[in-house]
Nanobody, 113 residues
Framework: QVQFVESGGGLVQPGGSLRLSCSAS????????IDWYRQSPGKEREWVAQ????????IYLDSVKGRFTISRDDGKNTVYLRMNILKPEDTAVYYC??????WGQGTQVTVSS
């Protein structure tokens, strides 16, 4: 079955960096766009970034443009989210997903001094 497993979160100081990983299974990974989402306490889940099947097109939420980079390794069925210059408002549980399949458990990112 379709499954997404996110990892790489943690506690980081403002201005710091993290790289999240998303391991996918149960479908033909190389043919699908993959998205990252995040959800902060008390807020609705919001879309963060998307990468095309070929990896040649990426789009981002305005507030993360220039700081976050999405990439993929089709040989490993994995998508990454490199996050630089992290801000307290980036604190959230981060999820990856394609247009179908269930949500994973996510990975917690906390930006705090």
């Amino acid at each position: 079955q379709v499954q997404f497993v996110e990892s790489g979160g943690g506690l980081v100081q403002p201005g710091g960096s993290l790289r999240l990983s998303c391991s996918a299974s149960g479908f033909t990974f190389s043919t699908e766009s993959i998205d990252w989402y995040r959800q902060s306490p008390g807020k609705e889940r919001e879309w963060v970034a998307q990468i095309s099947p070929s990896g040649d097109r990426t789009i981002y939420l305005d507030s993360v443009k220039g700081r976050f980079t999405i990439s993929r390794d089709d040989g490993k069925n994995t998508v990454y989210l490199r996050m630089n210059i992290l801000k307290p408002e980036d604190t959230a549980v981060y999820y990856c997903k394609t247009s179908f399949g269930p949500w994973g458990q996510g990975t917690q990112v906390t930006v705090s001094s």
